[in-house]
Structures are given as structure tokens and as C-alpha cells.
């Protein structure tokens, strides 16, 4: 298992990251914009070009960020961050989802999702929210 924090602005994850980057160096993972996902043909054109999702490895572990999506109150700074865990599988992932679930708040449901992974994201009674993900690396 192995956990990272992803941050979460008010539309500066891309002018973020690239700040990021040029402090610690390296190459970003992965850059997701909102306009690559399922359903986006809705959005307008600044929605679209958003980040949907960026990761910039640090060492052996990843900072991750993305825009706060159109609907949503804007995000507070300070209380803008999301803890991402990786585990090894399906049935891990779903027995801490659940965990987290019995006394939190579903933000999505548990599934396999259009990035290849079988994810899910709930906030637990104390305000945290956890993204609870699991990549079948034989398979991607």
C-alpha cells in the first residue's frame, strides 16, 4: 500500500505544477484534462481545458493536483487536499472503501473507472477525503 496527497485549486493546478516541477525536477506522470473524460462534450471551453488530473514524481512518491470541477464550492486553501492510497487489490481496495464509508460520505462510488483503475473516494466523519485506488499492473 502506498499512500500520496493530491491538492486540489481553484483552477492554478496547471500553473502550480509547473512551479512544482521546477523546483524538484522530473517529468509530470500523467496530465488529464477535464475535456478527456467521459461526458465532457458538455463543458464549456475553459471547464474543459482544466485538470482533471496531474502527478509529478518526488523521489518514490507523487504529488498529485486537480482543478475543483464547475458546481463545486470553491476550494479552501489549507483544507484542500485529498489523501490518494494505492493498494494492491480489488478486495483491499473495497474492504478500506467500505471502512470509510460505514461512518463517512460517498463522493464516488467504488468502481472501475475510464483510467483503468477500480477506484472509489469518500470523506470520513473527520473531514478527510480518501481516493482509494487499485491499478491491476498485469493489465495496464
Not at 462534450?41 to 518526488?58: D, G, H, R, V
Request: hydrophobic fraction near 40%; glycine fraction near 10%.
Amino acid at each position: 500500500m502506498k499512500a500520496n496527497i493530491t491538492i486540489v485549486y481553484n483552477g492554478q493546478t496547471e500553473e502550480a505544477f509547473n512551479f512544482y516541477r521546477s523546483i524538484f525536477g522530473g517529468d509530470f506522470e500523467r496530465l488529464t484534462r477535464m475535456k478527456d473524460m467521459p461526458g465532457a462534450e458538455n463543458l464549456t471551453e475553459e471547464q474543459s481545458n482544466k485538470i482533471l488530473f496531474m502527478a509529478l514524481p518526488i523521489g518514490d512518491d507523487l504529488i498529485m493536483g486537480m482543478d475543483c470541477p464547475a458546481g463545486r464550492p470553491p476550494v479552501i486553501v489549507g483544507s484542500n487536499f485529498m489523501v490518494n492510497i494505492d493498494t494492491a487489490s480489488e478486495e483491499e481496495n473495497t474492504r478500506l472503501y467500505n471502512k470509510f464509508a460505514e461512518s463517512g460520505e460517498v463522493r464516488i462510488p467504488l468502481g472501475h473507472q475510464f483510467w483503468g483503475a477500480f477506484f472509489g473516494m469518500v470523506t470520513d466523519q473527520f473531514g478527510v477525503t480518501w481516493m482509494l485506488n487499485y491499478v491491476n499492473q498485469e493489465q495496464s
